[in-house]
């Protein structure tokens, strides 16, 4: 059973670092998946933040440009995100979830496993 | 403003028929596959859909996604009480050589 938990602050204050862990159980972090993350804000839809594969290879959204780092620790079955010069608008349940992804001429991608998410507040 | 349009709210009664639309371009739907994600207040979303029309092992047959041009829809059947939900598409946007969601339907069941 595919198990994905999410640790990290609750609270941030602005113009901090949001800085989540995702310990995941029951699939390999090391290869066959991306492991991404997606958040929601209050009364709002998905966004989909980025991506890592296990070799650290890398998709961001670009809407969130510089800020956004992540990063894999194999022996530790583990994947992270960090968020910098975070502001109110950061605000939001943020989720981990593993990644089908088939990149070519059709792209194609679904989440199947995902956290329970973790509520990060920015404020001061 | 999300890259895929989706209506805010659908309803139906028990065992009527509903579909959700998801509109996108040709950077988008146009080209690449479609998942649907299922969600209940203050949860994770749900799989329900993957490759346009696929479903997971444990989602009903009544539930199928289908796939046109740039459109995509998502049809439940024979409506239940607990299918009263927010529904999400998704797909993989050429343009920012990323993933998009669609701004979310709700679906409450009368």
């Known amino acids: 059973q595919v198990q994905l938990r999410e640790s990290g602050p609750g609270l941030v204050t602005p113009s901090g670092t949001l800085s989540l862990t995702c310990a995941v159980s029951?699939?390999?972090?090391?290869?066959?998946?991306?492991w991404a993350w997606i958040r929601q804000g209050p009364k709002k839809g998905l966004e989909w933040l980025g991506s890592i594969y296990g070799s650290g290879s890398t998709h961001y959204n670009p809407s969130l440009k510089n800020r956004i780092f992540m990063s894999v620790d194999v022996s530790k079955s583990q994947f992270s995100l960090n968020l910098t010069s975070v502001t109110a608008a950061d605000t939001a349940l943020y989720f981990c979830?593993?990644?089908?992804?088939?990149?070519?001429?059709?792209?194609?991608?679904?989440?199947?496993?995902w956290g329970q998410g973790a509520l990060v507040t920015v404020s001061s | 403003q999300s890259v895929l349009t989706q209506p805010p709210s659908a309803s139906g009664t028990p065992g009527q028929r509903v579909t959700i639309s998801c509109s996108g371009n040709?950077?988008?739907?146009?080209?690449?596959?479609v998942n649907w994600y299922q969600q209940f207040p203050g949860t994770a979303p749900k799989l329900v859909i993957y490759?346009?029309?696929q479903r997971p092992s444990g989602v009903p047959a009544r539930i199928s996604g289908s796939k046109s041009g740039t459109a995509a829809s998502l049809a439940i059947s024979a409506l239940q009480s607990d299918d009263d939900a927010d529904y999400y598409c998704?797909?993989?946007?050429?343009?920012?050589?990323?993933?998009?969601f669609g701004g979310g339907t709700t679906l409450t069941v009368l």
């Open positions: 040709n950077s988008n739907i146009g080209r690449n596959t």
């Open positions: 490759s346009n029309n």
């Open positions: 979830a593993r990644e089908h992804v088939v990149l070519g001429p059709t792209s194609t991608f679904h989440l199947d496993f």
């Open positions: 029951g699939s390999p972090v090391s290869r066959g998946y991306y």
């Open positions: 998704a797909t993989w946007d050429n343009h920012i050589n990323g993933r998009v």
